[in-house]
């Protein structure tokens, strides 16, 4: 189990304390944050990218982050297949599914990862090592145990029905990352816990 710190919004200086502490695996979700604070630290830090990445950004923040958390599509896996080909980058993605059904805008659904993808696990560049969810925001992280135990369900399911075992599973969050780690997480997303309020 990794703990992926959450640095987005916090300057680099804080990054760096962080890193002096020991930390080396943080977590930005924009394009231009990524862009301005990862050159600026050292490079030994590692760094995810856990935002919705529209695809005219791919190609400036793939060189720079090792895996991404929210590949939602398809299309976008592809745009990164092909982009990671013409950058000479292999990145690690998760695909981000919607398994709590509450009709967000971006995400597969468990039916449609379950449908689209086997042809995903086949790219050559991009390697999909897992599933990543953001369940809806609850006062009571008991309530969102059912979702991750979902996810993990339907790691494990995919896993069989591909006959390739997909190890990851990115779920949890500042308010309920300790939920998530007994349901089977692989990595939790905190933040806040660590850097304070946004
Ligand atoms: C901001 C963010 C987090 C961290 O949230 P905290 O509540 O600060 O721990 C985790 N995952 C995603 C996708 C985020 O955007």
Same mark, same amino acid.
């Given at each position: ?9 916090f ?12 930390q080396?695996?943080? *977590? ?12 600026a ?19 400036k ?21 092909r982009?990671?080909?013409?950058? *000479?980058c292999r990145p ?9 059904g509450? *009709? ?12 689209e993808i ?46 390739i ?18 349901? *089977?997480a ?6 806040s ?6």
């Open positions: 189990m990794e703990l992926l710190a959450v640095s987005k919004t300057p680099a200086e804080l990054i760096a304390e962080a890193a002096a502490a020991g080396r695996l943080f *977590g930005e979700s924009r394009a231009q944050e990524c862009l301005e604070k990862i050159p630290l050292s490079p030994q830090l590692r760094w995810h990218f856990i935002g919705h990445l529209q695809s005219n950004k791919v190609r923040v793939l060189p720079l982050c090792e895996a991404f958390h929210s590949v939602d599509s398809t299309a976008l896996a592809l745009d990164f297949e982009i990671a080909a013409e950058e *000479g690690q993605v998760y695909l981000q599914v919607n398994v709590a509450d *009709g967000r805008k971006f995400g597969f659904t468990a039916d449609s990862v379950r449908r086997g042809p995903l696990l086949a790219l050559k560049r991009v390697e999909v090592i897992g599933l990543m969810t953001i369940p809806p925001l609850v006062a009571d992280p008991e309530l969102s145990r059912e979702h991750f135990a979902a996810l993990r369900e339907l790691r494990d399911r995919i896993g069989t029905e591909t006959g075992p997909l190890p990851g599973l990115s779920m949890g969050m500042s308010a309920d990352f300790e939920t998530a780690i007994e349901e *089977g692989t990595v939790v997303r905190v933040g816990v660590l850097f304070g309020a946004r």
